[in-house]
């Protein structure tokens, strides 16, 4: 995998997740937990990049990116518990089956190094404990460094040498007027310069001594927590206190390779032999109300005491660290306990009687059980810890996620997630949800990527709401790519409404290049297609208002929004050849919708938007033969429709009277020619059996298609026979053959062959009365003309 760099912060970090993501689905198990660069890791460091570019802590930086959230510490919390998913998942995974129990007691010699590094390798519990500590090491990092001051208390040792040189009769008084030290004598000055003076009560520091003092432990309080022992023991020898480095060296285990092979890189013996005794005393001193809190966190923090940590703890992840690292501690000590060797007994020494050393027993803040110590107990503990708001914190939603991976609940956690999706999408800001819903989608992604057993439903639910988000972001190249991770049906679905989303105006070419990307995320092409015309004409058909009275519109009428929408719905079915046969039927549907309520300029323009590659392979699609016939008569309804515009556009530029005879004839010549055009076309269609289909109406579409046909014919048949004659009996002037075209037409009205004279009588009304009225007229002007047989006769011929 490629590494993320700065240069991607100019993205989204939608797109940043999604080349991830794209790249490990070409990879193996191997490279997807990776311990350098694997998947959940490369998520981490998205999430790190991004805080760095984030708002800091003086609020300088920000930034706005649609809907990311640019908050710095939500993006550390996201890289941490990317951190900590791909750490156990690992594990886990790695792992395997359940290991057989551990058996220490076959070696009592065996070094506690070795022991402990076998119990790491057999016993699941402890191992994955380990790694959370870790974990929370590396976001704890020691924050409050103090400076390195060279000498041992040396304002105290001053004082005390200067008192000694004062000391005796007078010397008081000698003291306060030449030694200049008495602003400086706060309180009784400890006599002895060693360690344990203070603890004994026999006075105190200097001030400037004590605030060192203080903040040298804070710091070697956060090293030893933050993992970074050698820095303690540095610092220590650093500020000439060499006697605690070698206290705190006493938490490294021993180990002799003398004794336990294995470990090649350890050449002598080091560690502490007495481990269990030092921890003791560790305990005592995390303890001792005497010394300072940051004293007794820091050995409550190497033997495991857990009150002395959680005194100085602020935030939930310091808390957890206390917590985990006590339970560590105490369950380590339990197993080499039970291993009963030579380095666990307990001392014969009668100073350390009163000294318990064994593991579990110690002291009751230090016991645990699978009741007081489980992690959900420790869980609760700290959402009910009102101090530092630690129970706020811990119900932020990455806190919430930490605790759930480390519990092994997050299919648990995913039902909650998905089941309150309404209330967070109302209760949050845009990028707060935006935020959440991306992270929850690429766990359940990543979780997949690792074959881990998911609630399908569930995980359908939180995906198909980042989808909806990622539409909002205008993200429209990563739409299919996460559509095509729900389950095929809502997969279709979702895809099929982010298309039905885009603007009406998109061109044809950015439409066939949104769908195409359907079928490189390997979603069904034609389903999402055909679903997304079913979700228009749903939302849509039923907008046409088809109970008004019927007013056939011009050609040149302005589409309403919702006749464009649906016209440009069924581009969705030109694009690929197996959906050709869709875009027949579904555009047949759609004429039937506009012609039966008089949209002749929208009926039209669906017919012009039919590209020339499905109309012209329209015989050799495998479609009923009724669909294709109906097709082929729509086109020859618009063709005869077209040819009666052209007409009444002809007819209008009539030449005026002052025109010369040659312009008179030509237009008479031309007129003559459109009026024989239009006349062929309306004959052609009147003969034909218009939209007169062979249709199964037992079916509920079948019967409702039945009526629309039959509605249609009712309308345009009457309308082509009435706009026929009117052309013919308007041009006689000039060519009187007309009129006896317009008396042969009655006939064909009234032949039986055809039965056309039934579609002029509705349940609305007969319009028989209305032609036989201009038929009427007709004849009343050819009787007019003087020889109405001659007429006729040339009509014939005509």
């Known amino acids: 995998m490629t590494q993320i760099d700065e240069s991607s912060i100019a993205s989204s970090s939608f797109s940043d997740f999604a080349q991830v993501l794209q790249v490990s689905k070409d990879s193996d198990l191997a490279a997807r937990l990776d311990p350098e660069r694997g998947t959940a890791l490369i998520f981490a460091d998205i999430c790190g990049q991004r805080a760095r570019s984030a708002l800091d802590d003086a609020g300088y930086n920000q930034r706005a990116e649609g809907l990311d959230d640019d908050s710095r510490q939500s993006w550390l919390l996201e890289q941490h518990t990317w951190t900590l998913i791909h750490l156990l998942s690992a594990e886990r995974l790695q792992r395997g089956q359940p290991s057989k129990p551990l058996d220490l007691s076959q070696d009592r010699y065996e070094t506690p190094f070795s022991a402990v590094q076998a119990i790491l390798d057999q016993d699941p519990e402890i191992s994955e404990l380990k790694i959370i500590r870790e974990w929370l090491q590396d976001t704890l990092p020691a924050k409050h460094i103090v400076e390195v001051r060279k000498g041992y208390w040396t304002f105290t040792k001053n004082r005390v040498r200067a008192e000694k040189r004062a000391g005796g009769p007078g010397g008081a008084g000698r003291m306060s007027l030449g030694s200049g030290l008495s602003g400086k004598n706060r309180g009784k000055a400890v006599k002895n310069l060693d360690p344990d003076a203070i603890s004994r009560g026999e006075g105190s520091l200097e001030l400037e001594d004590a605030a060192y003092e203080k903040a040298l432990l804070r710091t070697l309080f956060e090293y030893t927590r933050a993992g970074k022992l050698d820095l303690a023991f540095d610092l220590c020898r650093q500020t000439d206190q060499s006697w605690r480095a070698a206290s705190l060296r006493g938490a490294m285990l021993y180990h002799d390779p003398s004794i336990s092979s294995g470990i090649e890189e350890i050449q002598e013996p080091i560690g502490n032999r007495n481990r269990a005794l030092w921890k003791s005393v560790c305990r005592k001193?995390?303890?001792?109300?005497?010394?300072?809190?940051?004293?007794?966190?820091?050995?409550?923090?190497?033997?495991?005491?857990?009150?002395?940590?959680?005194?100085?703890?602020?935030?939930?992840?310091?808390?957890?660290?206390?917590?985990?690292?006590?339970?560590?501690?105490?369950?380590?000590?339990?197993?080499?306990?039970?291993?009963?060797?030579?380095?666990?007994?307990?001392?014969?020494?009668?100073?350390?009687?009163?000294?318990?050393?064994?593991?579990?027993?110690?002291?009751?803040?230090?016991?645990?059980?699978?009741?007081?110590?489980?992690?959900?107990?420790?869980?609760?503990?700290?959402?009910?810890?009102?101090?530092?708001?630690?129970?706020?914190?811990?119900?932020?939603?990455?806190?919430?996620?930490?605790?759930?991976?480390?519990?092994?609940?997050?299919?648990?956690?995913?039902?909650?997630?998905?089941?309150?999706?309404?209330?967070?999408?109302?209760?949050?800001?845009?990028?707060?949800?935006?935020?959440?819903?991306?992270?929850?989608?690429?766990?359940?992604?990543?979780?997949?990527?690792?074959?881990?057993?998911?609630?399908?439903?569930?995980?359908?639910?939180?995906?198909?709401?980042?989808?909806?988000?990622?539409?909002?972001?205008?993200?429209?190249?990563?739409?299919?790519?996460?559509?095509?991770?729900?389950?095929?049906?809502?997969?279709?679905?979702?895809?099929?409404?982010?298309?039905?989303?885009?603007?009406?105006?998109?061109?044809?070419?950015?439409?066939?290049?949104?769908?195409?990307?359907?079928?490189?995320?390997?979603?069904?092409?034609?389903?999402?297609?055909?679903?997304?015309?079913?979700?228009?004409?749903?939302?849509?058909?039923?907008?046409?208002?088809?109970?008004?009275?019927?007013?056939?519109?011009?050609?040149?009428?302005?589409?309403?929004?919702?006749?464009?929408?649906?016209?440009?719905?069924?581009?969705?079915?030109?694009?690929?050849?197996?959906?050709?046969?869709?875009?027949?039927?579904?555009?047949?549907?759609?004429?039937?919708?506009?012609?039966?309520?008089?949209?002749?300029?929208?009926?039209?323009?669906?017919?012009?938007?039919?590209?020339?590659?499905?109309?012209?392979?329209?015989?050799?699609?495998?479609?009923?033969?009724?669909?294709?016939?109906?097709?082929?008569?729509?086109?020859?309804?618009?063709?005869?429709?077209?040819?009666?515009?052209?007409?009444?556009?002809?007819?209008?530029?009539?030449?005026?009277?002052?025109?010369?005879?040659?312009?008179?004839?030509?237009?008479?010549?031309?007129?003559?020619?459109i009026v024989e055009q239009s006349r062929a076309a309306d004959l052609q269609l009147l003969q034909m059996d218009w939209v007169k289909l062979d249709v199964d109406d037992e079916t509920i579409d079948g019967e409702r298609r039945m009526e629309e046909l039959d509605r249609i014919r009712h309308i345009y048949i009457p309308e082509t026979v009435f706009r026929l004659h009117d052309m013919l009996v308007e041009t006689s002037d000039v060519a009187p053959h007309h009129l006896g075209q317009a008396l042969r037409l009655a006939e064909l009205v009234s032949e039986e062959n055809h039965k056309l004279y039934l579609d002029f009588i509705t349940s609305d009304g007969n319009l028989l009365k209305d032609y036989l009225s201009r038929v009427r007229e007709a004849t009343l002007g050819l009787l007019e003309l003087g020889d109405p047989f001659k007429v006729a006769v040339s009509a014939d011929e005509a």
């Open 285 to 673: 001193l995390a303890q001792n109300p005497s010394l300072d809190e940051y004293e007794r966190a820091l050995y409550g923090s190497l033997s495991g005491d857990l009150p002395s940590v959680t005194s100085v703890s602020q935030t939930w992840e310091e808390y957890l660290w206390a917590h985990i690292n006590s339970k560590l501690e105490t369950l380590i000590d339990a197993k080499l306990d039970e291993a009963r060797s030579w380095w666990s007994q307990k001392p014969d020494i009668g100073l350390f009687t009163d000294v318990e050393c064994g593991a579990v027993k110690l002291s009751d803040n230090n016991t645990i059980d699978k009741e007081t110590g489980s992690l959900d107990s420790i869980f609760d503990k700290l959402a009910q810890t009102q101090a530092h708001g630690i129970h706020t914190q811990a119900a932020d939603p990455f806190h919430v996620v930490q605790r759930s991976v480390i519990s092994n609940n997050v299919n648990e956690l995913l039902n909650r997630v998905a089941g309150r999706l309404p209330e967070m999408r109302h209760q949050l800001e845009p990028p707060q949800f935006a935020r959440i819903l991306r992270f929850f989608s690429h766990l359940i992604l990543y979780l997949r990527l690792l074959e881990q057993p998911l609630p399908d439903l569930v995980c359908n639910d939180i995906l198909s709401a980042y989808v909806h988000v990622l539409e909002q972001a205008g993200e429209a190249s990563l739409v299919a790519m996460y559509a095509s991770s729900l389950e095929p049906q809502s997969a279709t679905v979702s895809y099929a409404h982010f298309l039905k989303s885009m603007d009406v105006n998109t061109s044809v070419e950015a439409k066939r290049e949104s769908l195409l990307q359907a079928e490189e995320n390997d979603l069904d092409l034609t389903a999402v297609a055909r679903t997304v015309v079913d979700m228009v004409f749903d939302d849509l058909f039923t907008s046409i208002p088809t109970d008004l009275p019927l007013s056939l519109t011009q050609f040149d009428t302005r589409l309403q929004p919702n006749e464009e929408i649906l016209i440009k719905s069924v581009d969705w079915l030109t694009f690929c050849e197996p959906t050709y046969a869709d875009a027949i039927v579904q555009s047949n549907a759609l004429m039937r919708l506009f012609l039966a309520t008089g949209r002749l300029h929208a009926a039209r323009a669906l017919l012009l938007r039919l590209p020339y590659e499905l109309v012209s392979v329209v015989p050799t699609l495998q479609i009923a033969e009724d669909q294709a016939i109906e097709h082929a008569h729509w086109r020859t309804f618009f063709d005869a429709f077209a040819l009666h515009v052209r007409y009444k556009e002809f007819i209008s530029s009539k030449p005026f009277e002052s025109a010369s005879k040659v312009d008179r004839h030509n237009w008479v010549k031309a007129l003559s020619n």
